[in-house]
């Protein structure tokens, strides 16, 4: 099967190369490579890879530029990905979209399901969520919602992010900041990458799927459990929300259940598991 990776050298997209090109034959475009918001730029590079399945790892990611940006947010999150997905019908091709879970408006007291109802509170949170929309005229797609991304493909570049950041200063001995109000599902890019895998050869039901690690916790948590692991003092300074100056507004709890994937076959391990193995590996990689 011949793949085709649109922002192949993000943190995510990176892992699912890594883990297709293990039994298929993957075509990355980097944003070097491929302008998403140019259409007749995609139409030809989707046409010279001729791929079988689309993953779209490209992605405005700065939750706060995108309020002042947001033409370049709706470009790249909304805009691009129906191109692609009308590129996936003209094809034939499947399609594989992230999503966030920003789209919800964090005010749930038990974890997000898939058909929840989304109540973006962001430019980015709504240019996310139309891109689902738009993924999801592909006659083919999944839309995988995913959150608080930590660890990287062997060989990718050092991954970036809140996790990185807490990480790095713990080793250098330094006090690092964590939300003790904030509640999240991490997501172990491995994992997820396992999982875009399973789409694109086993081909369940089309739609939305929660994409993270079993369980939940706070920032606080995760960073004690990383600190634990490391085996380094746990210098972590709790802060809250209503502290930090955000230019846009963040979901307060937005843990998702991810038991739909599991019911199609896909075990996300416990972020606890999937952390320890986070750890190991960049013990060996340093």
Known sequence: MRIAIVGGRGQLAAAVAHEC???HDVAAFSRADLDVTDAR??????????PDAIVVGAAF????????????????????????????????????????????????????LEDDRPNPRSVYAASKLVGEWFALDAPLAYVLRVESLF??????????????????????????????????????????????????ERRPAPGIYHCVNSGSCTWLEFGRELARQLDVEPRL????????????????????????????????????DALARFVQSSRVSS
Not at 62 to 71: G, Q, W
Not at 158 to 176: C, N
Request: proline residues 7%; glycine residues 6%.
């Open 21 to 23: 090109a293990q039994a």
């Open 41 to 50: 730029a995609v139409d030809a590079a989707v046409a010279s890879a001729r």
């Open 151 to 200: 660890g990287r493909a062997p060989g990718a570049p050092p991954a970036k992010g809140s996790v990185a950041g807490i990480m790095s200063t713990l080793l250098a001995g330094g006090w690092a900041k964590a939300f003790e109000d904030r509640t999240i599902s991490p997501t172990y890019v491995l994992d997820a990458a396992r999982a875009v895998r399973f789409m694109v």
């Open 61 to 112: 990611t700065n939750v706060d530029a995108a309020e002042d940006r947001p033409v370049e947010a709706f470009e790249v999150n909304a805009f691009a990905v129906r191109t692609l997905a009308r590129v996936a019908r003209s094809i034939g091709a499947l399609l594989v979209h992230f999503s966030t879970d920003f789209v919800f408006d964090g005010t749930a007291s038990r974890p997000y």
């Open 237 to 272: 300074t709790p802060v809250r929300m209503a502290d930090m100056e955000l230019r846009a507004e963040r979901p307060m709890y937005c843990v998702l259940s991810n038991e739909k994937l599991r019911a199609i076959g896909v075990d996300m391990p416990p972020w606890q």
